[in-house]
């Protein structure tokens, strides 16, 4: 199985520190936050990486090269900065590579996940898209996904607003998802699509096999200095055995 791991981030609310260094090589415990993301994937058995690069794209590929020394093997696809494509449209041209069910995640998040029993799940209930939620407390959450107790999603809202919130968390999107090779039906190439806005609600129309993994695990979504720092303090890194 064949993991995209877009890593295009600017950090602009990182700044200064991604002046020359994109989001996804700034370091947590020692290491660039998209080695530790490698690292959870290469321990559940993810040997075949797409890095999908924007900003600064040498900074990463001079690091990861074809992942040799990491024990795996690494492509690369580009987006062009002045023209960025979302969420869904950044893996767009990755289409061509993929003919089997696949991974799609972000190296601007950390997180202890049980992938292999993600993926076990999703080939069990035949989807065509499972992703991964996670409980998120406080005002203002970036989605809200409502499902049954099978774990099927009937809706996923973009930007709920209070009135949509019923309890002191949501369920919320935690961007990393499994996806069977039809999903680019749904993400025309070079166009500007988003998973949240387009591709998720048109699975939702169209009825298709929509489920997600529920986790309670460390997630932390490094936007920001403050959640840098909470990252830098909190999370407790895997370790690669070549």
Not at 83 to 93: D, H, K, M, N, Y
Not at 114 to 123: A, E, G, L, T, Y
Not at 124 to 146: C, E, H, W
Request: glycine share 6%; hydrophobic share 40%; charged share 25%.
């Amino acid at each position: 199985m064949k993991a995209i791991v877009v890593a295009g981030g600017k950090g602009t609310r990182l700044y200064p520190l991604t002046r020359n260094t994109p989001k996804p090589m700034i370091k947590v415990a020692g290491k660039p936050i998209l080695e530790h993301t490698l690292v959870l994937l290469k321990a559940n058995g993810i040997t075949e990486f797409i890095f999908a690069l924007c900003y600064l794209p040498n900074v990463v590929k001079d690091y990861f090269g074809d992942g040799s020394k990491f024990g795996v093997k690494i492509n690369y696809i580009y987006e062009d900065e002045q023209t960025p494509l979302g969420t869904a449209g950044s893996i767009s041209q990755a289409s061509d590579m993929i003919d089997d069910t696949f991974i799609v995640t972000y190296a601007d998040i950390l997180r202890k996940l049980d992938v292999h029993d993600m993926i076990v799940n999703h080939q069990r209930n035949k989807a065509l898209a499972t992703i991964n939620v996670y409980q998120r407390f406080g005002a203002d959450p970036k989605s809200m996904v409502v499902f049954n107790k099978q774990h099927k999603i009937n809706s996923f809202i973009e930007r709920p607003n209070s009135d949509e919130i019923k309890n002191d968390f949501v369920w919320s999107n935690g961007s990393f998802y499994i996806f069977e090779p039809e999903i680019f039906n749904l993400i025309p190439k070079n166009s500007l699509v988003d998973f949240g806005k387009d591709v998720f609600p048109q699975i939702l129309i169209a009825k298709k096999r929509f489920y997600c993994y529920p986790t309670e695990d460390f997630f932390i979504d490094i936007g920001n200095q403050e959640k840098l720092i909470k990252a830098r303090n909190e999370f407790i890194p895997l370790k690669l055995d070549n």
